[in-house]
């Protein structure tokens, strides 16, 4: 969708954009279900980018220490845990600017991977940056989806980044789906951007061939030590008005309500869910942040009357556009 189209939705009345949304939300998705995601920091800290919304970045005294990649046996303890509380989708996250075929840390990844695979959840990981020799690594390892954020708009990014560019992270997209991956890719609200850059996020992700499987929502949290510590929270009804948006603009992908829940009651959550929210990432801890826990998450869900996806019930990824061609829209960022 355009950036015009996009503003057009997010100016209606609340409720006339929660009825469109709504209507969308259930023609793609008639099961009512929540899809519950955990993820897990394999490795923490010490990272060289720059990201200033991030506690994990090494330039920041944010009180987070670097550690180093869990082993396997401790990843499989946590994964089996994640899948006896009812995820369906096990997320790994490492604090890396990216990976590299042939190094150390890389197979271990890769070993991890392949042995998480054959518990018969989804195999989510965020990396950093990937080349096309990685992501096919990856893809053959077990990786189902791949999550890298755009985090805000083309114009803003430089902003919140320098140490790589907004291009950068369109091109990793594009390797992940020339391997096969899906892609999990979403922004992050309380960045100091506008509504014009959270629409043109959106006007990007929307744009990406095939579309996106999932598109998570992150609110911030502001991390002490980091640019952003004293960054003020986004307004519920913004945040609700861009899931709403966002459902609009890619119908078949997964919205996921992630970062910043614990901000949220729980009257917030039936909202976004309402607006087309329909899955969670689910656990204590959130990589460096605070998780609502698994049981208010499940009371939640049976209050709204909300069922839970069952394994090996996913729908399949979506499929390319045949008039469009195979790739993210390459947006220039400023500079």
């Known amino acids: 969708m355009t950036y015009d189209e996009l503003n057009a939705l997010y100016q209606l009345p609340l409720f006339e954009l929660l009825k469109k949304s709504r209507e969308v939300h259930e023609a793609n998705w008639p099961e009512n279900e929540v899809q519950l995601c955990t993820l897990l920091s394999i490795k923490t800290g010490g990272c060289s980018e720059d990201c200033s919304y991030c506690a994990q ?13 869990m082993e396997c046996d401790d990843v499989m303890a946590r994964a089996r845990a994640a899948r006896e509380s009812g995820s369906t989708r096990f997320c790994m996250g490492a604090a890396w600017r990216g990976v590299r075929s042939g190094t150390k840390r890389f197979e271990q990844v890769l ?9 018969g959840m989804e195999v989510c990981v965020t990396l950093g940056q990937l080349g096309p020799e990685e992501a096919a690594a990856l893809k053959e390892a077990g990786v189902t989806a791949y999550n890298h954020n755009i985090d805000t708009s083309p114009e803003h990014y430089p902003e919140i980044v320098t140490t790589h560019t907004f291009d950068d992270r369109l091109q990793t997209i594009r390797n992940v789906q020339d391997a096969g991956m899906s892609v999990c890719c979403g922004g992050i609200l309380g960045l100091g951007e506008t509504t014009e850059d959270r629409l043109k996020m959106i006007e990007v992700i929307s744009s990406f061939n095939p579309p996106p499987e999932s598109i998570p929502i992150n609110k911030l949290m502001p991390m002490p030590g980091t640019p952003m510590a004293e960054n003020q929270g986004v307004d519920v009804f913004e945040l609700v008005r861009i899931i709403a948006v966002t459902r609009i603009a890619v119908p078949a992908g997964k919205v996921r309500l992630s970062a910043g829940r614990t901000h949220l009651s729980e009257e917030a959550q039936a909202l976004c869910f309402f607006a ?3 899955s969670i990432f689910y656990g204590d801890k959130l990589l460096t942040a605070a998780n609502p826990a698994v049981e208010k998450d499940l009371n939640l869900i049976s209050k709204l009357g909300l069922s839970t996806q069952q394994p090996n019930r996913d729908r399949p990824a979506p499929s390319a556009k045949e008039d469009a061609p195979l790739q993210p829209a390459l947006a220039p960022a400023s500079q």
């Not at 970045?57 to 990649?69: C, E, F, H, M, Q």
């Not at 070993?111 to 518990?119: A, F, H, P």
């Open 111 to 119: 070993d991890i991977v392949r042995n998480v695979s054959e518990l």
């Open 276 to 278: 087309g929210a329909n």
């Open 57 to 69: 970045s090494a330039r920041y005294k944010s009180g987070v220490d670097a550690d180093r990649l």
